[in-house]
């Protein structure tokens, strides 16, 4: 909400609608609550209303970048000399002067105004969303365009994106500690009060914008957004001060940038040492250009442009990068702690198979959302009676075949014991299952779980629309929702026909099981222990979660006579959850995403390790974790594993709580799997990944995940499932909900922290080779005994032009080396100035310098006469023919050498002037295109009569040529002879743990077996 400047309508006066009636603010905001706004209304109430924002804040104007621009320390030296050059009456060098400005300002403004808009852009697509009615359908539009009067869908985990006012609750709490400063969830009703001058704390049917659910759902209408809302009014408070906060890479930039500046400055001072002090107008100038070439006044600018290039990218990739900080931290992730449904698995979840006791399997017909199958009944009297079920592509339809002697449930045929299954999972349920009335298909709204068991019921003509329609007139007054904590729910319904109070309770079976005393044995109910019960249920659970089920237990009763007098909205759960009568279990099917298993081999490829973090039972987890190579297969007949033992297998959550960190750290290995597990169970994982120094991505989407994600080095949310405070807590939100993007992120992650090591190999190795070459050009005198430029500064300037920002802009675009993921995560302790970084600049920048004065000494002395003339620094004569040719000489050799140098930087290590590479010459188009740009321009500069003489002071060459081109084959052969040294006798750029080693051999032997057609499940 915190966002923008954009024009809003004036605050409007709020009525106090706490004291109205929900029919009566129906009418004030003229509103239907059965079908809400239409979509015209609606925009018409948002222009009149304005955008649901907090004024303040926002992305940069156009003016403020513009400014920024020409507020930078490269700008302020320019416009110092242009001073200088006014004052000496030298019109030429301050045009010039004047028209560098103009370019560099331009190519700033433009990339950091694209950079802005893209970031804008992107932010605007993670903002929160919330979930209203509009033209009589429930849809999800921006938090930003909610207008009063629309009718709001809340539920647990939700940021409540305006001031409204409820009229349907259900077990609804909100924390409004923003606000109230008052630290307990604050319960919701819905009657009005008489008091207007009631606290804000104290009116509990309204709820307020930027407020969180903590528990249940309800219905409100909006009555008042933007700065009409209440935390509108203290907006100042809660501005996003850390948006414009550096990076750690920003900041490392940042103080390179100043140690720059010192040799800058120590530079400036040589210059005019070498002059005895005796500062004229060119000593100066040249001084000057000297200190322009030292800073590489384009490195922000680039690293500011990689950066939003690669968040658009991963924008494509349907990855959102809500802080830039995870774009340096991805490239380092050793662990990735991930769920299961919806993630690893497609989140298509359909019941396939239940189970009641003394009445045997029901197995389940049909895919998908549309409530069509048959559902049998097979008698099972033994365990091993029941057939098998694999789940290999060629055997997935014995999911839906009939089994022998199998009876057809239907209207005639259905027990008393199924009816009330059918019944359970239809009204112990918040999700819908509908037609879409264009098309035909059916979709589901709301958890994949439930709308498994919503057409389950359906498929028994006993779906919630039916039963709660006149010819059953079932109805829920109250409802437990799911919690994360205790894992299960229940709701209370009561059938007007009958009379019936019935509570129905799902959820995890060792969560269910402690609820109940009884258990249902076909028409006779039979009282039972809790751990005989749990006992007596565990080999059919073991049968289940085996083939990759997802197991949930129902239990049900019927309610006492004092029960029935009480509002049980405001009772305990754990009052009301107890002397259960077990009912039976179902199993539900998520199969695996067919891009999972390539994409955690691609993980142990890269040398970082997949931990499933998951709620279901450990047999299901174990079996889903096999079909995604987090865990081996089981062994074969002969005893033989097709791949690397990866340690300790599988745990559950209370195992794994139950170990004292001591214990934990003493493991081999950390459990690959943790089953049944809890918020506090995913922090206990990420401190014992920190503790053997690891960087861990971990992806949440529930209000309890939170704390994991803010834990996490990248908290990654889950955009489809996910509560809006998980995406809040992250630092990535996933559009799609898969694993296979994470994947992508890291290999985005890593190409971009290899990109800004290449460009700034290339711009601050540019600047040490300018320095060099014109410190030592400080040693050449004329016959007055006076310095002999080697470069004149306005040459200085077209050159830094020439090889600074535009090869940058170039490598920061690189695509990523297919061998991007052969090397294990880069350690988090290797910043991006690393040893091996710096020798590279300063060899480079070195040998290219030492080769360009070279030239120059070679043109002058070792070819020519060593005639220097005199005065040839202000202008040509044909005295100065040879010096202005050996400056032409300079200007080439140094252009063209750092434009090879760019080239030279698209690997590190690897030979990059090899017939093999020199295929590639063309990969990167912006580089090439850089290259020939240059190399046609530098050529301008040295023939256009007047420019060459008159403004750059040097003149075009003709045999000196052939010197400058055997320069630049020499600092090619010198570059490769370097990195060939650095092959042979340093260590690998990244060093593989023991552990990374085995990840990396589990991904050679998976593709070893693949490629040869052996690749079992």
């Not at 594993?641 to 139950?658: C, I, K, N």
């Not at 005198?781 to 600074?804: C, Q, W, Y």
């Not at 675009?813 to 350690?827: G, H, N, Q, S, Y």
Request: proline share 4%; charged share 20%; net charge negative.
């Amino acid at each position: 909400m915190f966002k923008g400047k954009e024009k809003q309508a004036d605050v409007q006066p709020v009525k106090l609608y706490h004291i109205l009636e929900p029919d009566q603010v129906f009418i004030d905001l003229d509103v239907n609550p059965a079908t809400g706004l239409s979509t015209s209304e609606a925009e018409r109430r948002l222009a009149l209303h304005g955008t649901n924002e907090m004024r303040g804040g926002g992305r940069p104007s156009a003016f403020k970048i513009l400014l920024r621009q020409l507020a930078n320390l490269m700008t302020l030296i320019l416009i110092a000399a242009i001073v200088v050059a006014f004052v000496i009456k030298d019109w030429i060098e301050a045009g010039v002067l004047i028209g560098v400005i103009a370019f560099n300002t331009a190519v700033g403004f433009l990339q950091e105004f694209k950079a802005e808009k893209t970031m804008d852009s992107l932010r605007k697509m993670s903002s929160p969303t919330s979930r209203v009615l509009r033209n009589g359908h429930q849809v999800v539009v921006p938090t930003m365009d909610l207008v009063p009067g629309d009718i709001l869908f809340l539920e647990s985990g939700d940021v409540i994106g305006a001031d409204c006012r409820l009229f349907e609750v259900f077990n609804f709490d909100t924390d409004e500690a923003l606000l109230t400063g008052e630290t307990l969830p604050i319960s919701k009703e819905v009657a009005a009060f008489t008091d207007p001058e009631l606290p804000l704390g104290d009116r509990i049917n309204l709820s307020f914008a930027s407020t969180t659910v903590t528990k249940g759902r309800g219905k409100a209408v909006v009555y008042a957004t933007g700065m009409s809302s209440e935390v509108g009014k203290i907006a100042k408070k809660l501005m996003d001060t850390e948006k414009n906060r550096m990076t750690p890479l920003q900041r490392g930039l940042h103080k390179m940038s100043w140690v720059l500046l010192a040799i800058a400055s120590a530079s400036v001072l040589i210059v005019f040492g070498a002059n005895k002090f005796k500062v004229n107008s060119d000593v100066l100038l040249y001084a000057i250009g000297l200190a322009i070439a030292t800073i590489p006044e384009g490195l922000i600018a680039v690293v500011t442009l990689t950066m939003s290039v690669g968040v658009s990218s991963l924008a494509k990739k349907r990855a959102l990068v809500r802080q830039l900080v995870a774009l340096e931290n991805l490239g380092s992730v050793t662990n990735i702690c991930s769920d299961k449904t919806g993630t690893l698995t497609q989140s298509k979840m359909v019941l396939v198979r239940a189970w009641l006791p003394e009445e045997g399997v029901l197995r389940v017909a049909g895919l998908g959302f549309e409530p069509v199958g048959a559902v049998t009944m097979t008698r099972q009297a033994k365990l091993n009676e029941a057939p098998q079920v694999n789940f290999d592509e060629s055997e997935k339809s014995k999911l839906l075949d009939d089994a022998v002697e199998a009876v057809t449930v239907d209207s005639t045929t259905i027990s008393p014991n199924v009816r009330r299954l059918a019944e359970a999972a239809a009204l112990c349920n918040m999700s819908e299952i509908k037609s879409d009335e264009a098309t035909g298909e059916w979709f589901g709204i709301g958890d994949p779980t439930e709308i498994a068991l919503q057409v389950f019921a359906t498929k028994l003509s006993m779906g919630k629309p039916v039963l709660t329609s006149d010819a059953h007139q079932w109805s829920v007054t109250s409802e437990f929702p799911f919690d994360s904590g205790i894992k299960r729910m229940s709701v209370v319904a009561v059938n007007k026909l009958t009379g019936e109070k019935v509570l129905f309770l799902k959820g995890a079976t060792e969560r269910v099981v402690p609820c109940c005393t009884g258990r249902q044995d076909g028409e006779y109910t039979t009282a039972v222990e809790s751990d005989d019960l749990q006992a007596f249920l565990d080999p059919r659970i073991q049968e289940m979660a085996r083939d990759g089920l997802r197991v949930l237990s129902f239990a049900y009763r019927h309610l006492t006579e004092a029960e029935s007098l009480i509002d049980l909205n405001k009772v305990d759960r754990e009052g009301v959850e107890l002397n259960m009568t077990f009912l039976g279990l179902v199993g539900i099917y998520d199969p695996p995403r067919p891009e999972s298993l390539p994409s955690v081999m691609e993980c142990y490829r890269a040398g970082i390790q997949v931990t499933m973090l998951t709620g279901d039972h450990p047999a299901t987890a174990a079996a889903i974790a096999r079909q995604v190579g987090i865990l081996q297969p089981e062994e074969d007949g002969q005893g033989d594993s097709h791949y690397v033992t990866l340690g300790q297998p599988v745990m559950t959550a209370r195992e794994f709580d139950a170990l004292s960190d001591e214990e934990v750290d003493a493991l081999p290995e950390l459990p690959n799997v943790i089953a049944r597990c809890s918020p506090d169970t995913k922090v206990k994982m990420i401190q014992a990944m920190h503790r053997r120094n690891g960087i861990v991505a971990m992806t949440g989407d529930g209000v309890n995940d939170s704390p994991s994600l803010k834990f996490a080095d990248v908290g990654i949310a889950m955009g489809l499932s996910g509560s809006d405070v998980a995406k809040q807590a992250s630092e990535i939100i996933l559009t799609d909900d898969n694993f296979a993007t994470i994947v992508r992120a890291i290999r985005e992650g890593r190409r971009i922290f290899n990109n800004i090591q290449r460009f700034c190999c290339v711009l601050v190795g540019g600047n040490v080779a300018e320095l060099i070459c014109l410190l030592l050009g400080l040693a050449f005198r004329d016959k007055l005994n006076e310095t002999v430029f080697p470069l004149s500064p306005v040459a200085i300037l077209v050159n830094n032009l020439l090889t600074g920002t535009p090869p940058a802009m170039a490598l920061g675009l690189e695509k990523a080396w297919p061998t991007i993921m052969d090397e294990p995560p880069r350690p988090p302790t290797s910043g991006l100035f690393s040893w091996e970084v710096q020798a590279d600049i300063v060899f480079y920048g070195f040998t290219i310098g030492l080769l360009s004065i070279s030239n120059f000494w070679l043109v002058i002395s070792g070819f020519g006469d060593g005639d220097m003339a005199q005065h040839c620094n202000k202008g040509y004569s044909d005295e100065c023919n040879l010096v202005f040719r050996a400056r032409g000489a300079v200007f080439a050799t140094l252009t063209l050498g750092i434009l090879l140098h760019a080239y030279n930087c698209r690997r590190i290590r690897g030979p990059m002037w090899s017939w093999r590479m020199l295929k590639r010459f063309h990969e990167n188009k912006f580089l090439m295109g850089g290259f020939i740009s240059g190399t046609i321009l530098c050529l301008l500069c040295m023939y256009v009569p007047g420019l060459n003489t008159e403004v750059l002071k040097m003149k075009g060459i003709s045999w000196e040529w052939g010197i400058v081109l055997i320069t630049l084959l020499v600092f090619l052969i010198i570059s490769e002879l370097y990195k060939f040294g650095k092959r042979r006798f340093l260590k690998p750029l990244a060093v593989a743990t023991e552990e990374q080693v085995r990840l990396q051999r589990i991904w050679t032997e998976s593709t070893l077996i693949s490629s040869s057609g052996g690749l079992e499940k």
